[in-house]
C-alpha cells in the first residue's frame, strides 16, 4: 500500500501534532515494510527525533520543487504529487486535508485531536477562529474516515459539528516507548543534580496557558504539605499571571519552574516525581497523563473532557475550579504509600492498553477498510 501523510508536523514541531505524527508514521513504517509511506512537508527540516526515517527504506520524503509558495503547495498543489506517487490514502495529520482530493479517487483520513478552538474562541481571536473553522469544516467533509483521538473528541465532532458518528473512529495516541523504561540510578542522579531537584516534588508538565490551569496547583500548594511543585513547559503571557500568585502568597520557595528539559531527560523526571498533576480543563486526549503512568507516576487531573480516558481508574481527578479538592488528594497521595502503590500498578496496567503495536494495528485495519470499500 502506497500511504501519504501531511507530515509538516512531523518536521517542524516537537510537541503535541509532531509528537503525534511522528510517533503514528513510525508505527506504521514498523508494521509492514513492503508499504510504502510518503511523507509531504514544505521542507524536510533537520529534526533529530526524525533520525528513525533511516531505519526504514520504505519511507520517502517528498517536498514542493519550488521553495515559494508552500502554503499553497500543501493546501491544494500537492494533488498533483500525490497522483505522480499513486498514493491509495492519503492521511492529514492534523486537521487538514487539501482542496480538491475528493475528486483524485484517492481515499483520505484526517486526525482530528480536539476543538479547542470552538470551545474556548477567545483563546484564538476572529480571524484565526474563521481559518479553523473552515479548514475543520471542510476536512470533516470530505474525508472517507475521521479518526478522533479520543471518545470526548468524537463528542465534540458530532455535538458541534453534526458529524455523522459511523464516519468517526476512536483511535488513541501512544506515548514514545522511552517513558515505560526504567531509569538508571544512575541517569536518576545525573538529571536531578542537572536540576537541582528536590527529593520529592509534584510534577506539572504541559505549555504553561490558561487552558491547562497550572494555576489550580500553585492555588492548592497552600494547603498541602510543605512538598514543591516542579513545573516544565513553555511559557505564555498566563504564566505572568501565576508567578503573580505566587509572590502574593509567598509560595516563591514552593514552585521551581524548570527551563530547556530535553525530551531524554523527561523520563527520568517523571520518575524521580512522588505525583504527577495535570488539572486542564480541556485536552484532546492528555499525552502527559500517559507519559506518566508509563513512568510509574500516580496522576491527579482534572474532570470534565477526555482526562479519565488518559488516566484510567486508577487515577485520582478533580473538579479543574476545586484548589481544595486537589489538596486534599494531593495530601492522601503523599501520604498514603498504600495508595501509591496501588495507583502506580493500575497505571502501568491501564497504560498497557496504549501500547504502539495494538494502536498501528487499529490504524491499519482502518486504512484497510476504506480501500475495501471503494
Known sequence: MKIGYDAKRAFYNNTGLGNYSRWLIKGIASLNLSNLLYLYTPKAKANPRLNFIGDYPSIRTVTPKSKWFTSWWRSKGIIKDLKRDGIEVYHGLSHELPSGIEHTGIKSVVT????????????????????????????????????????????????LLTIAPQKIEVVYQGCDPSFAIEQTAAQKSAVKEKYNL??????????????????????????????????????????????????????????????????????????????????????????????????????????????????????????PDDDIGLAEKLNQVLSDDDLRQTMITKGRAYAANFTNDKLSLQLMQLYQNILNHA
Open 112 to 159: 482530528m485531536h480536539d476543538l479547542i478552538f470552538m470551545r474556548y474562541p477567545k483563546h484564538f481571536g476572529a480571524v484565526n477562529y474563521r481559518i479553523y473553522l473552515a479548514k475543520v469544516k471542510h476536512a470533516c467533509r470530505v474525508a472517507d474516515q475521521i479518526i478522533a483521538i479520543s471518545q470526548k473528541t468524537k463528542d465534540d465532532l458530532v455535538d
Open 198 to 319: 528536590p527529593n520529592r516534588f509534584i510534577l506539572s508538565v504541559g505549555t504553561i496557558e490558561e487552558r491547562k490551569n497550572l494555576l489550580l496547583t500553585v492555588m492548592a500548594l497552600k494547603n498541602v504539605n510543605d512538598i514543591p511543585l516542579v513545573v516544565i513547559g513553555k511559557e505564555t503571557q498566563y504564566t505572568e499571571l501565576v508567578k503573580t500568585y505566587i509572590t502574593a502568597n509567598n509560595l516563591n520557595h514552593r514552585v521551581i519552574f524548570l527551563k530547556d528539559v530535553t525530551f531524554a531527560e523527561l523520563p527520568a523526571v517523571y520518575q524521580l516525581a512522588s505525583v504527577f498533576v495535570y488539572p486542564s480543563r480541556y485536552e484532546g486526549f492528555g499525552i502527559p497523563v500517559l507519559e506518566a503512568l508509563n513512568s510509574g507516576t500516580p496522576v491527579i487531573a482534572a474532570t470534565g473532557s477526555c482526562l479519565e480516558e488518559a488516566g484510567g481508574p486508577g487515577s485520582l481527578y478533580v473538579n
